[in-house]
């Protein structure tokens, strides 16, 4: 079983920037999808952002210019730079790496955008 393990959160003001950082304890060269969900507190989970075997990557529309997902097999870590950061972001972010055989997610990481 592959274990993911979040980092990176933090207390920020609004238009300020973090990066999250996902490392597997095992490989993920052979994920077909690496993905960012978030869920605010009270909230359902939702679908932030996914980056595919290939390198193509998706975002959902609330974050579309503001945040980046990018992966790095050599360090088995996926990331996510989020840039303009609104209190709507605010959130516990979880880390998710899927293929047709198996489906891990990591224990998330405390986003919070206040002034």
């Known amino acids: 079983q592959v274990q993911l393990v979040e980092s990176g959160g933090g207390l920020v003001q609004p238009g300020g920037s973090l990066r999250l950082s996902c490392v597997a304890s095992?490989?993920?060269?052979?994920?077909?999808?690496m993905g960012w969900y978030r869920q605010g507190n009270g909230k359902q989970r939702e679908w932030v952002a996914a980056?595919?075997?290939?390198?193509?990557?998706n975002y959902a529309e609330t974050v579309k210019g503001r945040f980046t997902i990018s992966r790095d097999n050599a360090k088995n870590t996926v990331y996510l730079q989020m840039n303009s950061l609104k209190p709507e972001d605010t959130a516990v972010y979880y880390c998710?790496?899927?293929?047709?055989?198996?489906?891990?997610w990591g224990q998330g990481t405390q986003v919070t955008v206040s002034s």
């Open positions: 998710n790496i899927k293929s047709f055989t198996f489906d891990y």
């Open positions: 980056i595919e075997r290939v390198g193509s990557t």
């Open positions: 095992g490989s993920i060269s052979s994920a077909n999808i």
